[in-house]
Antibody, heavy 118, light 107 residues
Framework: EVQLVQSGAEVKKPGESLKISCTGSGYFFSSFWIGWVRQMPGRGLEWMGIIYPRNSETRYSPSFQGQVTMSVDKSISTAYLQWSSLKASDTAIYFC???????????WGQGTLVTVSS | DIQMTQSPSSVSASVGDRVTITCRASQGLGRWLAWYQQKPGKAPKLLIFAASSLQSGVPSRFSGSGSGTDFTLTISSLQPEDFATYFCQQTHSFPRTFGQGTKVEVK
């Protein structure tokens, strides 16, 4: 069974750094792109970008370029999303998802709630 | 960026009703469109890909149609477990973009 398991909820202060994770199992992790999607409280879905674990190739949405960094450690089947300096507006649930060869997100992590508050 | 506009934003319906949700793209997508269902507190779930292909395990009461700029998701006979929010997503160009969502509520 394909599974993506994300790290737990985080509470941070503005200006702090953060790295959240997404660990895949049940499939060959390196062969499928991993996407990240943001959902702000009570809002819709926003596509942030994707990363290819085999070679760490990335595609960022212009809205998130320079705001976050995606990375992977394929040796442990884990993708990461990180911030160097959080803002209150980063408060949201962040989902990772596996992109199938047809470009669709066929398996999702459970989401990581990030709360940024002073 | 390709803008995706869903309508309506919400719909009130009863069990057994036929529900139709539309998604319009700001430029042609061919058939590069997917539909997702999201329930409160849960991750989205892929329902339809390539505009009209049913994802494995999804009930046949869900169907998709359309191409180019206009697409439709139809639930032929609404079931209690179908009350949720539905999103379209274009998979034609980067950045991928989602519609704003359509909430299917109890009438």
């Amino acid at each position: 069974e394909v599974q993506l398991v994300q790290s737990g909820a985080e509470v941070k202060k503005p200006g702090e750094s953060l790295k959240i994770s997404c660990t895949g199992s049940g499939y060959f992790f390196s062969s499928f792109w991993i996407g990240w999607v943001r959902q702000m409280p009570g809002r819709g879905l926003e596509w942030m970008g994707i990363i290819y674990p085999r070679n760490s190739e990335t595609r960022y949405s212009p809205s998130f370029q320079g705001q976050v960094t995606m990375s992977v450690d394929k040796s442990i089947s884990t993708a990461y999303l990180q911030w160097s300096s959080l803002k209150a507006s980063d408060t949201a649930i962040y989902f990772c998802a596996r992109q199938d060869p047809a470009q669709n997100y066929d398996s999702w992590g459970q989401g990581t709630l990030v709360t940024v508050s002073s | 960026d390709i803008q995706m506009t869903q309508s309506p934003s919400s719909v009130s319906a009863s069990v057994g009703d036929r529900v139709t949700i539309t998604c319009r793209a700001s430029q042609g997508l061919g058939r590069w469109l997917a539909w997702y269902q999201q329930k409160p507190g849960k991750a989205p779930k892929l329902l339809i890909f390539a505009a009209s292909s049913l994802q494995s395990g999804v009930p046949s009461r869900f169907s998709g149609s359309g191409s180019g700029t206009d697409f439709t998701l139809t639930i032929s006979s609404l079931q209690p477990e179908d009350f949720a929010t539905y999103f379209c997503q274009q998979t034609h160009s980067f950045p991928r973009t989602f519609g704003q969502g359509t909430k299917v509520e109890v009438k």
